[in-house]
Each structure stands twice: as C-alpha cells, then as structure tokens.
C-alpha cells in the first residue's frame, strides 16, 4: 500500500493553474480501517451526521491526492484513526470542496446508503449521439414516472467496448433529470458469506425505492451474470443473480426505480438475464471527429502548456482506443512524461510518442471484438 496522499506537488500546480480544478475527485468512498497500534479504542467512530462529517472531511483532507487504497488519517476528533480509499472518481484526483465523501462499514466496501449527484452533463459525453438519443425515454420515465404506469422503461442495457462512455452517460442522465443515482460494480455485491449478496441486492431496492425517481446503475454486470458455460456458478452468486432477476422482473413493484446496467460482454451474458433488459443501448469507440474533439476538450484543463500541433493528425492515429484510452494512455501519459523531465511545454513529439507505442499493440480491427 502507499502511504497517506501528499498534497504539495497538487497544490503548487493548482495554485498556477486554476484549471486544474478540473481534476478535483468528484467522489471518495471510504472505509474505517481503526488504529495503527492495538490496545487503543476498538469500536469505531460512529457517524452520526454526514453531512457534518462530510465538511469535516473535506475541510481537513481538502489538497491531498486520492489514489484507491491509500489511507487517510483523521487528525483531529480521533487522532490516527485510519480511512482506506476504497474507491476514488476520477483516479488519481485532488480531493476539494467539492468531493462528495462517502464512509462505508460493510466488509466488502460496498456502501448501501450511498447516492451521489453530479455535476456531468451530455454534452461533456463527446460523441455517442444514438445511445443519448435512446436515454430520453429514460428522461422522461425519471421526470414523470406516473405518466407511464406499467409501460416504464425500468431495466435498461448499456454495452460497448470499455472506456467509452457509459458510466458518464448514466451520471450525466441523473443530473439532467435532477434524481439521484447508485452506482454498483458488480463484484461489490459478492458478500464474504453465501446471502451476503442477495441481501445487498434487496438492501440497494429498498433505499432506491426511499429516494424515488431515482437511477441503479449496476457496472461491470458480467462479472456476477456470465453464461454458466463460461463459469463454474459459486452459490452466493447464484443467490445475487436470482435476487437481481426478482427485482427486475417487478414482482415487487419499486415505482420511480430504474436500473441500468454495463457490460462490455455482451454477447457472455447469461440468457436469462438478457432477456430482462427492455432496451439494449450501444456505446461505439469514437470516430476520428470525435477522436480530435476529445483532444481538444480535454487540453483546456492541461496543467501545462501545449505546443501548437495538428491533433486532427493525431486523431487518425487514435483508430482502435476508446475515449478513455485517449485520456488515460495518450494525453496522461504525455502530460506526465513533460513533468518528468521538469518542463512547462508538453510537445506534439510527447503525443507522437505515446502512440507510436500505442501502435505497437495489437487492437481488434472490428470494435465489436472488444466486447464479444
């Protein structure tokens, strides 16, 4: 594990650059790990009100780097207690005024209570004009479920190759129609004891249901809902996966609840489940036009600063990767490479380089490839 987040490097270069607040986590999930030394207080601090709690968190962490599975130490109400960071959006994030902190006690770190509002909208999710156009029904369900009773689109799939928007689709969709949203990796829901799961997956309905309208999303959903020809099936899997099916299938009717799910294997996904998925929505890897808006969107927030170079140049090259991977793999990583060489200029060569190790490996000429 690393050490506790360091801010300087972080504040010295938001300091200079008051876009990068751009990189400011949007959401932190914390676990109480306890004490460094035994002997000291047992039972955790109980957390009373959260939204205290929250500023306090905020107020005492605001300027240090968030990487999952460092440790936060409290310095104040309980001197040395520790926090483990079980989950960080986006990685590698500047915790800020803005970072809704959310603390988990279950075991596998799944919060059950937790619902997050932000702040993306449809337009920061560049390209994937068919799949936004598909989540207006969902818009409307969410701004009048009562319109339209039994014919609600409550089950909706959402599949593509990784990386290409379908988180941010989901978020985005929350904030337009002003409800709140849960979001799940499906490996979360596998409890430490065969029931576990199956009673998270009530657990999540029920606290979906207080807050109706109100978004599931469910992430990496094949991970718990492979074909049984392609697992051995363990039996608290089965148990989420039959509890999942129960309330998708209505038999108690959550009003206001819809339920999205990803995968980007699609084609791996066990009939049974598949065939509760009223809308199945496709997200594809971004064309070359939307390659170089991506470049160009994201380059306003860069800490540093860029040469003058043809990103519709580099935006051929791009063929094969995701969004995702054009920020991650290319713009990242050039970035990082003109900081560690202490430079304040990040060259077209920087880029030109990423991708020319990028090229070096091997993508499936057909995008649906990737999510077969």
């Known amino acids: 594990m690393r050490p506790v987040s360091q801010r300087v490097n972080a504040k010295k270069i938001r300091e200079s650059n008051p876009k990068f607040e751009k990189y400011t986590s949007e959401l932190l999930i914390l676990k109480p790990e306890g004490y460094p030394l035994s002997g000291m207080m047992e039972e955790y601090p109980v957390i009373e009100n959260r939204d205290v709690f929250e500023f306090y968190a905020r107020e005492q962490w605001n300027g240090h780097i968030a990487r999952k599975g460092d440790y936060l130490f409290d310095r104040r109400?309980?001197?040395?207690?520790?926090y483990r960071i079980i989950e960080v959006e986006p990685a590698e994030s500047i915790i800020g005024n803005s970072t809704s902190i959310i603390v988990t006690e279950e075991k596998n770190g799944f919060p059950s209570t937790l619902e997050i509002k932000g702040s993306i909208k449809f337009e920061d999710v560049i390209g994937q004009e068919l799949a936004k156009q598909k989540c207006r029904l969902i818009e409307r369900f969410l701004e009048d479920p009562e319109r339209f009773g039994k014919w609600a689109p409550r089950n909706?799939?959402?599949?593509?190759?990784?990386?290409?928007?379908?988180?941010?689709?989901?978020?985005?969709l929350a904030n337009k129609t002003d409800v709140l949203i849960i979001p799940v990796k499906a490996t979360q829901l596998i409890g430490e004891y065969v029931g576990d799961g199956a009673r998270q997956i009530h657990q999540l309905y029920d606290?979906?249901?207080?807050?109706?309208?109100?978004?599931?999303?469910?992430?990496?959903?094949?991970?718990?809902?492979?074909d049984r020809k392609f697992q051995?099936?363990?039996?608290?899997?089965?148990?989420?996966?039959?509890?999942?099916?129960?309330?998708?299938?209505?038999?108690?009717?959550?009003e206001g609840v819809c339920t999205i799910c990803s995968t980007n294997r699609i084609y791996s996904l066990d009939s049974a489940v598949r065939s509760r998925f009223e809308e199945e929505i496709e997200f594809v890897l971004p064309r070359e036009e939307e390659a170089l808006r991506i470049f160009e969107s994201n380059l306003k927030t860069f800490p540093l600063q860029v040469e003058n170079c043809n990103f519709q140049a580099l935006a051929k090259k791009t063929k094969g990767l995701s969004g995702r991977d054009i920020v991650e793999k290319v713009l990242k990583s050039a970035l990082h490479q003109a900081i560690i060489e202490d430079r304040e200029i990040v060259t077209c060569k920087d880029f030109e380089n990423v991708l020319v190790k990028l090229g070096k490996k091997e993508f499936p000429k057909d995008p649906s490839e990737l999510y077969v």
């Open 156 to 172: 909706i799939l959402f599949f593509g190759p990784s990386g290409t928007g379908k988180t941010m689709l989901a978020k985005a």
């Open 77 to 82: 109400m309980f001197p040395d207690f520790a």
């Open 232 to 254: 051995e099936l363990r039996g608290d899997v089965s148990e989420i996966v039959n509890a999942l099916l129960t309330e998708m299938d209505g038999i108690m009717e959550r």
């Open 207 to 226: 606290r979906a249901e207080e807050m109706a309208p109100c978004i599931i999303f469910i992430d990496e959903l094949d991970a718990i809902a492979l």
